[in-house]
């Protein structure tokens, strides 16, 4: 997958998930509402099979972890004690792909 089709999934995912939240806050909710939580679960296992992410899991990592990579700030992420950004899709796809 080209980082145009993965950017395209991971962007549709995080809309889901904000929209739900935006509906949520509408409605005065106590708890989340999954209306199409199943639609974004579905994408994200199948990318996190496509990248052989299931271990790792760098995908869901970055998305809820680190907000989909609004709270990466150098430091955050090391591997073998090198600093590594993880801060956009791009960054994410980078690491997937080594």
């Not at 409605?27 to 296992?45: G, M, V, Y």
């Not at 995908?59 to 801060?87: A, S």
């Amino acid at each position: 997958m080209d980082l145009k089709e993965f950017k395209k999934h991971i962007e549709n995912i995080q809309q889901v998930y904000e929209n739900e939240a935006k509906l949520c806050r509408i409605l005065k909710c106590n708890s989340p509402i999954n209306f199409a939580d199943d639609i974004a679960d579905s994408t994200l296992e199948l990318l996190k099979e496509l990248f052989n992410d299931t271990e790792d899991e760098w995908i869901e990592y970055w998305m809820f972890d680190l907000d989909f990579g609004e709270k990466w700030r150098p430091g955050t992420v090391e591997i073998k004690g090198q600093d590594i950004k993880l801060q956009t899709i791009e960054d994410l796809y980078g690491i997937l792909n080594k």
